[in-house]
């Protein structure tokens, strides 16, 4: 069955870098879009950012463009985010997601804490 | 990106009917045909329950249903159960920034 698993996480200081991982398994990975989603604490969801299978394309929220980024390694099934100059309001568990069809998000990882705290 | 309206709360009492409408703009929901439904419980990963406005994946119930008419899309559980309690949360493509939209969620409660 579809596992994501998502690793990285952490505490970092305003300003500050990290990235995130997603191991895939189950699927085909080379042939899947994959998103990554955020959901602040106590709040909503919000789409972070979307990769096309062959990693050539990239979609982001305006809240993370230009600091946000992306990628994937298809030969190890692994989906990524770079984050940089974060900010407090970043903090937020972090999903890596796979998509469904058209713009749905059908299968969603247990998430990772990102926390942006001095 | 501005986000889609959903109510923040809707209750229902088991057996009956509610209905949770997700409004947009012509940017999104009212060109689209790319609306979701998400089911999430307390400490849980979301559950994809509708996509393309009406359809449902594999192993979710009948008894969620969705319908778009205009810029408001619409996600109704007939047959309330006690385990349909979580919060919903409606998307939506959007066309210019090629962006995925998320509404703020609905809380259902059984009553």
């Known amino acids: 069955q579809v596992q994501l698993v998502e690793s990285g996480g952490g505490v970092v200081q305003p300003g500050g870098s990290l990235r995130l991982s997603c191991a895939a398994s189950g699927f085909t990975f080379s042939t899947s879009g994959m998103h990554w989603v955020r959901q602040r604490p106590g709040k909503g969801l919000e789409w972070v950012a979307f990769v096309r299978p062959d990693g050539g394309t990239e979609y982001y929220a305006d809240s993370v463009k230009g600091r946000f980024s992306i990628f994937r390694d298809n030969s190890e099934n692994t989906l990524y985010v770079h984050m940089n100059s974060l900010r407090p309001e970043d903090t937020a568990v972090y999903y890596c997601?796979?998509?469904?069809?058209?713009?749905?998000?059908?299968?969603w990882g247990q998430g990772t804490q990102v926390t942006v705290s001095s | 990106q501005s986000a889609l309206t959903q109510p923040a709360s809707v209750s229902g009492s088991p057996g009956q009917s509610i209905t949770i409408s997700c409004t947009g703009t012509s940017s999104d929901v009212g060109t689209y045909y790319y609306v979701s439904w998400y089911q999430q419980h307390p400490g849980k990963a979301p559950k994809l329950m509708i996509f393309d406005v009406t359809r449902r994946p594999s192993g979710v119930s009948s008894r969620f249903s969705g319908s778009k008419s205009g810029t408001t899309a619409s996600l109704t559980i007939s047959g309330l159960q006690a385990e349909d309690e979580a919060d919903y949360y409606c998307s939506s493509y959007r066309s210019g920034s090629s962006s995925v939209l998320f509404a703020g969620g609905t809380k259902l409660t059984v009553l």
């Open positions: 997601a796979r998509e469904f069809g058209g713009m749905a998000i059908g299968y």
